[in-house]
């Protein structure tokens, strides 16, 4: 099925460990995003990237870093992980549209 | 974008309308107003937007006051498949980053 894949669905980390969430979309969509979501609170932009080629800071981008691979893919690495950003990460995609927003199922970050 | 405020919570039977407000009193002329709502922990999922006509599809009617500093978001006839968090999302179309606030939580009870 068309859509936004993340890998992994579930992770935990110790403090100061690193990792890389992916993101990938089979929709052509030229944007995507990383968002962040706190228990009870509403979503949060991190970082996006409104084409390939570019990336841009969100509302929340400390500790974090991206890489837009390639028009498919955009990647959300943490360098040193902090109990701070235990939340359900969501991938998205759209095409230029603020309708068209595609929403990946989530990982679920736990950091220890 | 213009900030938007929404109640908490808010609840509704089965089968009656639900009424979600939104007031955006400083949204400036060529900013739209987006719903999304997010199902149990789901990505969030577009309703409807508009500008200022009222607007109506499949899923809601969108009722955006004269003077445009508020709106409402009607679900005509809510189901327990509706409980959900909506979002009220005051933007310029041009934009292509949506913004979340922290929404209405709406519970619908059988």
């Known amino acids: 099925n068309a859509g936004v894949t993340q890998t992994p669905k579930f992770q935990v980390l110790k403090t100061g460990q690193s990792m890389t969430l992916q993101c990938a979309q089979d929709m052509n969509h030229n944007s995507m995003y990383w968002y962040r979501q706190d228990p009870g609170m509403g979503l949060r932009l991190i970082y996006y990237?409104?084409?390939?080629?570019?990336?841009d800071k969100g509302e929340v981008p400390n500790g974090y870093n991206v890489s837009r691979l390639n028009k498919r893919e955009f990647s959300l690495r943490l360098e040193s992980a902090a109990p701070s950003q235990t939340s359900v990460y969501f991938c998205?995609?759209?095409?230029?549209?603020?309708?068209?927003?595609?929403f990946g199922s989530g990982t679920r970050l736990t950091v220890v | 974008d213009a900030k938007t405020t929404q109640p908490p919570s808010m609840d509704c039977a089965e089968g009656r309308a639900a009424n979600l407000p939104c007031n955006h009193s400083t949204i400036s002329g060529n900013e739209y107003v987006y719903w999304y709502r997010q199902i149990h922990s789901q990505g969030p999922q577009y309703i409807i937007h508009?500008?200022?006509n009222n607007e109506t599809n499949e899923m809601a009617s969108l009722i955006i006051t004269e003077d445009r500093k508020s709106s409402t978001l009607i679900l005509p006839h809510a189901t327990l498949r509706d409980t959900a968090v909506y979002y009220c999302?005051?933007?310029?179309?041009?934009?292509?980053?949506?913004?979340f606030g922290s929404g209405t939580r709406l519970l619908v009870r059988p």
């Open positions: 999302i005051a933007i310029m179309d041009s934009s292509y980053k949506l913004i």
């Open positions: 508009g500008l200022k």
């Open positions: 990237s409104a084409s390939e080629g570019t990336t």
């Open positions: 998205a995609s759209s095409e230029w549209s603020l309708y068209g927003y595609t």
